[in-house]
C-alpha cells in the first residue's frame, strides 16, 4: 500500500539556520504530495504540494521538490524563524482517495 | 470565504456516552473527509464522503463510529459509547471534487473520563 516516512524529530535550530525535513514515499503510480503545517492547538494548514515529478513547490520561503528517481519530497528554507516553529507533515494522495500522512516532525526554532 | 468549520472545538465524555462532532465545509465544497489524530501521532483516514453518500470507510472502525453527511446541514460523525481510547483530534478535511487539495477545520479535540 501507500505509505510516507518522515524524518524523526524533535528538530530543534536555531533562528536563521538551514532546515531540511526528510520525507520518502513508497505508492504505486505518481501521487501528488503535500508539505502541511500545523501549529500548537490548531489544524493542518496546506504549506505546499507539487503534483508531478520535478515540480517545485514552494510558500513562505520554503521548497520542497517532487523526485521521482529517489521518491522523495524533502522540506527546506534557507532561514527559519520562531514562528516556524511547529509540526510539519508530509503526505501523499491520488485522486478521489485519502491523504497519507506521515507522522510528522516537530520543529523547534530557538532565538 | 469562510474556512472549514468545526464543532466544538473541545468535547469532554465520560466512558458510555456519545459523541457528536460536526463538520461544515468549505462553501462550495462537495467531499468531505474524517481524520483522526492520535496523541503524538500522525493522522489518520477514517471516511470520505459526498452529499449523502459513503465513498469510503475503509478508516472507520467496525463499531461504535458512523458518519453522514446530509443533503441539508454539516457532516456529522457520531461515536457511541465512547471509551478513552477515543480520546484524540478528529480533524475535517474538505474539496470542491476528489481530485483538488483538501483543506482542514481547526478540529475537535475529544477527551473521554
Known amino acids: 500500500g501507500n505509505s510516507v516516512t518522515q524524518m524523526e524529530g524533535p528538530v530543534t535550530l536555531s533562528e536563521e539556520a538551514f532546515l531540511t525535513i526528510n520525507c520518502t514515499y513508497t505508492?504505486?503510480?505518481?501521487?501528488?504530495l503535500f508539505w502541511y503545517v500545523q501549529y500548537p492547538g490548531e489544524g493542518l494548514q496546506l504549506l505546499l504540494k507539487?503534483?508531478?515529478?520535478?515540480d517545485k513547490g514552494s510558500n513562505k520561503g520554503f521548497e520542497a521538490t517532487y523526485r521521482k528517481e529517489t521518491t522523495s519530497f524533502h522540506l527546506e528554507k534557507g532561514s527559519v524563524q520562531v514562528s516556524d516553529s511547529a509540526v510539519y507533515f508530509c503526505?501523499?494522495?491520488?485522486?478521489?482517495?485519502?491523504?497519507?500522512f506521515g507522522t510528522g516532525t516537530r520543529l523547534t526554532i530557538i532565538p | 470565504n469562510a474556512g472549514v468549520m468545526q464543532n466544538p472545538r473541545h468535547l469532554v465524555r465520560r466512558r458510555g456516552q456519545e459523541a457528536r462532532l460536526r463538520c461544515s465545509p468549505m462553501?462550495?465544497?462537495?467531499?468531505v473527509y474524517w481524520y483522526r489524530q492520535l496523541p503524538e501521532e500522525g493522522l489518520k483516514f477514517m471516511v470520505y464522503?459526498?452529499?449523502?453518500?459513503?465513498?469510503?470507510e475503509s478508516g472507520m472502525p467496525k463499531e461504535r463510529f458512523s458518519a453522514e453527511f446530509p443533503k441539508e446541514g454539516p457532516s456529522i460523525l457520531r461515536i457511541q459509547q465512547v471509551v478513552r481510547g477515543d480520546s484524540a483530534a478528529y480533524f475535517c478535511?474538505?474539496?470542491?471534487?476528489?481530485?483538488?487539495?483538501?483543506?482542514f477545520g481547526p478540529g475537535t479535540r475529544l477527551l473521554v473520563l
Open positions: 478535511a474538505s474539496s470542491p471534487g476528489g481530485k483538488e487539495t483538501q483543506y
Open positions: 505508492a504505486t503510480g505518481y501521487p501528488s
Open positions: 507539487a503534483t508531478k515529478a520535478d
Open positions: 503526505a501523499l494522495y491520488f485522486g478521489n482517495e485519502k491523504l497519507t
Open positions: 462553501k462550495g465544497h462537495s467531499h
Open positions: 464522503l459526498q452529499k449523502e453518500n459513503i465513498i469510503d
